[in-house]
Nanobody
Framework: QVQLVESGGASVQAGGSLRLSCAVSGDTASINRMVWFRQAPGKEREWVAC?????????YDESVKGRFTISKDNAENTLYYLQMNMLKPEDTAMYYC?????????????????WGKGTLVTISS
């Protein structure tokens, strides 16, 4: 089992920045991708970014490319970040950290094996 805890959500003005964190514990060796999703009010949960736990390779949805950066903090793969810059009102959402074992695409909700409870980001214009 893997446990995920997000933090860092807040209310900021458009154009500002936030850094979300995801603390990972448990059987971290079983996962190969850490992923961020978000869900805006009244909308489906959508993929934002993912990172390979061993390779460090990163992938982004087009809507955040160039503004968001996913990273990991340590060789133990227990802390991950989502740096969000140039925030827009449409970035307002609950942000979820997810973890995936090998198999499936990191952009697919159904491929995720573990989920955190989310952290709320609100961007005002």
């Amino acid at each position: 089992q893997v446990q995920l805890v997000e933090s860092g959500g807040a209310s900021v003005q458009a154009g500002g920045s936030l850094r979300l964190s995801c603390a990972v514990s448990g059987d971290t060796a079983s996962i190969n991708r850490m992923v961020w999703f978000r869900q805006a009010p009244g909308k489906e949960r959508e993929w934002v970014a993912c990172i390979g736990t061993a390779s460090g390779s990163t992938y982004y949805d087009e809507s955040v490319k160039g503004r968001f950066t996913i990273s990991k903090d340590n060789a133990e793969n227990t802390l991950y970040y989502l740096q969000m810059n140039m925030l827009k009102p449409e970035d307002t959402a609950m942000y979820y950290c997810a973890a995936k074992r090998p198999g499936g695409s990191c952009s697919q909700r159904s491929a995720m094996n573990y989920w955190g409870k989310g952290t709320l980001v609100t961007i005002s214009s």
